[in-house]
């Protein structure tokens, strides 16, 4: 099954979206950057847990880095690369990309993803 977001999104600004229903809901963060937009797992690769503890609070202080508001790993919004924190090193899990041309970015394969990939709660 694929599945679309819509990429209306500012610049900069990144927003949470959701793919799906009920337990199987996957958290996904959109980040416009770059003439691309990006479609990451909202799930921290140390801990599993989603990076925001306010929808669509993303964002370190400088506005700079994706932050995880449990331990504090920060993140490339244009690669998902953890760049400081306990995961640094690791990757956010990138679900697909498009041109901010683009209306809308397709997922494909939502249920193919592992379900340790899924947020665990």
Known sequence: MDATLD???PEGRPVGRSLGEGARALPVILVRGGGTVRAYLNSC???GVR???RPDDFLDHTGDYLLCAMHGALF???SGMCVAGP???SRLVE???CADTEPVLVIRDVEKLPTSA????
């Open 95 to 97: 679900l697909g990309r």
């Open 7 to 9: 990429t209306d999104i």
């Open 118 to 121: 899924l947020y665990r709660g």
């Open 87 to 89: 995961c640094r090193g």
């Open 51 to 53: 990076l925001d503890w």
């Open 76 to 78: 490339e919004p244009s």
């Open 45 to 47: 690769p140390h801990a």
